[in-house]
């Protein structure tokens, strides 16, 4: 089938499973073997070149501390300064590109990122981040394809359209010009498909971009920017570097250049950044775009018609699923009193089923924690509840680092609903439930929207229409991803396009049009084919 412009209307990337005895399997085992071998120079990649500096950080997967898999080059700010003069320096080519031209560089990386780059690709992200092969497959290539493809078709859609209306003798249009400048993509650790959708969602509407990836995701990133070489992508429109947070900064937000800032990360760290923008702001061409996805405080409420295994099932997967470490995953849970034992022996028998190690081992639904700084930010989290009255050890609480960053996965019972679990993104493998009256479910939606600052994801339990209903009204300010009758976590490209409000982010849904309006500008053009010869009005006649 074919879109706007001809273009083929997307589907979504099969998932391949990775059972025992598929091709799949094979080819990701030895991918993950070929790795394991080698230890990748990772250099940054400024105007098409590969930079080294001979400064470099060593590589380790967060659940085999002694076993190096890379380094990676440090830069510093002259890389910083070089990488805007070589995105700056390749945006008049790449502008001036033909659409078609630029959508044919991404449906391409798309296809090598779901063919040949498959088993590489996930292996790199199960490796560096610690992904089970499912997380990685969803995450690396299926959701990254996923962006390429419909984004690409979103963009058609958006040059399609046009003023609804030509008067006779006139012809309106718009032209959707890419940014004037370059645009700063901060990627996180979590997730591969982010690290690759912020900077080309932004270079496929035209704009040239500097890319920074946390440092625990680089090693995944160099086969990203391995793939987009491949694709196409010409020397400059995309520039990886490596440089800590104040330097990048310090260039990027004081540079006339600047256009604006795509991001997914912290909250704490959005804030200072849209602070610093607002401070320089006298100093920019255009006022910067500052799209971002920020922190979660994701919720799970329960009434009391609701299945108490599905509920089980439904904590289970959105609370656990690569160690807790998304923004979307279940953080606080609501449980009515009537169905919290049923749902405390069923969630406590998946628990107990779930095996934890390194991602290399397939039978391992829990891997580890993406590095040292988080480990102990969660265990601190797991000493303090264990040390406080209000809060019940339901399972786990047990971690260790001998090895690799592992942190057992823990559920905790809190008698206040207010504990600082319930209301501080922890950003690991720890959930906290509060048990209310089951007699008291509109009181406890008002609870659930005032707990906690983020309003990203969440969702509503139960087979109650009117309760069902009642939630989704009562708590639409409270999630910009809302769910029934399923966790609140695993957004699709194309079904659920991804983003939030309130501490969560800018709202600027990721997988969605909307996204690529924020890297365009517009520009209105009238066309008078007759233009007029005189300046009186039909009004200034003599009667």
Request: glycine content about 8%; aromatic content about 12%; hydrophobic content about 40%.
């Amino acid at each position: 089938m074919k879109g706007f412009f001809n273009v083929p209307i997307p589907v979504n990337e099969p998932v391949l499973s990775y059972a025992p005895g598929s091709n799949e399997r094979r080819e990701l085992k030895a991918a993950i073997s070929e790795l394991r071998k080698q230890v990748i120079d990772i250099p940054m990649y400024i105007g098409g070149k590969e930079v080294r500096t001979g400064k470099t950080r060593d590589i380790f997967p967060p659940h085999d501390l002694k076993h190096q898999i890379g380094k990676f080059h440090l830069g510093g700010k002259t890389h910083v300064e070089a990488a805007i003069k070589a995105a700056l320096a390749a945006k008049p080519k790449w502008e001036a590109l033909t659409w078609e031209q630029r959508a044919a560089v991404f449906l391409k990386a798309a296809e090598l990122i779901s063919g040949k780059y498959r088993a590489k690709l996930n292996a790199a992200t199960m490796l560096a981040q610690s992904k089970n092969p499912f997380q990685a497959e969803i995450d690396a290539v299926c959701e990254l394809a996923d962006f390429l493809r419909f984004n690409t078709a979103y963009m058609t859609e958006i040059y399609s359209e046009q003023p609804p209306y030509n008067p006779k003798g006139t012809w309106n249009r718009l032209e959707y010009r890419p940014l004037e400048g370059f645009v700063f993509a901060l990627t996180p650790f979590n997730f591969t498909s982010i690290a690759g959708n912020l900077p080309t969602s932004a270079a496929l509407m035209g704009n040239v971009v500097v890319w920074k990836p946390a440092f625990t995701q680089i090693y995944s990133a160099n086969v990203l920017m391995e793939i987009f070489r491949e694709a196409g992508i010409p020397d400059g429109v995309i520039n990886l570097i490596y440089t800590d947070g104040p330097t990048t900064g310090e260039v990027i937000f004081s540079h006339p250049e600047f256009a604006g800032i795509h991001f997914t990360g912290s909250t704490g760290v959005f804030q200072s950044i849209w602070k610093e923008i607002g401070n320089n702001i006298q100093h920019y061409k255009s006022y910067p775009r500052i799209v971002g996805e920020t922190g979660g405080k994701d919720f799970v409420m329960v009434h009391s018609s609701a299945n108490a295994d599905e509920v089980a099932t439904a904590l289970a997967r959105g609370a656990f699923e690569f160690q807790g470490q998304k923004c979307s995953a279940a953080s606080r849970a609501y449980i009515p009193s009537n169905l919290w034992k049923d749902v405390k022996k069923s969630l406590t028998a998946q628990l107990k089923s779930m095996k934890m190690g390194p991602a290399e081992d397939f039978g391992n639904f829990i891997n580890a924690v993406i590095d040292e700084k988080s480990f102990n930010k969660i265990a601190k989290y797991i000493d303090n509840a264990k040390k406080s009255k209000d809060i019940e050890l339901v399972y786990g609480g047990n971690y260790d680092k001998k090895k690799g960053y592992f942190i057992e996965p823990t559920v905790l019972l809190s008698k206040n609903p207010k504990y600082v679990t319930m209301c501080e993104e922890i950003f690991g493998p720890v959930l906290t439930i509060y048990v209310y009256d089951s007699k008291k479910y509109e009181e406890t939606l008002e609870l659930v929207d005032t707990t906690s600052p983020y309003a990203l994801t969440g969702c509503i339990m139960g087979q109650d229409r009117y309760a069902l209903d009642l939630a989704t009204e009562k708590l639409k300010n409270a999630a910009g991803n809302f769910y029934i009758n399923d966790k609140p976590t695993g957004a699709v490209v194309g079904q659920q396009p991804f983003g939030g409000a309130r501490a969560s982010g800018t709202n600027d849904k990721a997988g969605a049009k909307v996204n690529l309006l924020r890297w365009v500008s517009q520009r209105t053009i009238k066309e008078t084919f007759s233009p007029p010869t005189d300046y009186k009005y039909p009004f200034l006649e003599k009667e």
